[in-house]
């Protein structure tokens, strides 16, 4: 009943399509794989929070393999790691948007760049705080 009345093509707004735009089926998977190595090497190699991040994040993984807590505790002491280099990968995305548009200071290209800083300062603070309760009876029991 709520159908949306039919209308012209020559009516409806185009649809620019990104020569970008990947093919889709297996190739898709294929590439998108070696797409995100190539996010990787580039998050590595130029962005610097990134590199700090991981290196706090690579012996933090290890230490929840080797503490003696329960597989959930173990999945989301590793699960909060995971997360600081998601939204950290997220944030550089965005700065790196922010800085191809202009290098020019502008009030909503700081909101957009303090936004993404600000999601990473909390992933952290929730990493912190899922490891403080999961730590703490094994600290002081």
Avoid at 14 to 28: A, L, V, W, Y
Avoid at 33 to 46: D, Q
Avoid at 49 to 58: D, H, P, T
Wanted: aromatic share 10%; hydrophobic share 50%; net charge positive.
């Amino acid at each position: 009943m709520n159908e949306k009345p039919q209308t012209p093509q020559s009516q409806e707004p185009s649809q620019r399509i990104s020569e970008f735009k990947s093919t889709s089926g297996f190739k898709r998977i294929f590439s998108a794989f070696f797409y995100s190595i190539e996010g990787f090497r580039s998050a590595w190699k130029n962005e610097h929070a990134f590199r700090q991040e991981l290196m706090l994040v690579i012996p933090g993984i290890i230490v929840a393999l080797l503490l003696p807590v329960s597989g959930i505790q173990r999945l989301m002491l590793i699960t909060v790691l995971v997360w600081i280099i998601i939204i950290e990968l997220i944030n550089s995305a965005i700065e790196a948007v922010v800085d191809r548009v202009s290098l020019e200071r502008n009030p909503l290209s700081k909101n957009a760049k303090d936004f993404g800083s600000a999601a990473v300062l909390l992933t952290c603070i929730l990493a912190v705080a899922t490891w403080a309760v999961i730590l703490y009876p094994l600290l002081f029991s």
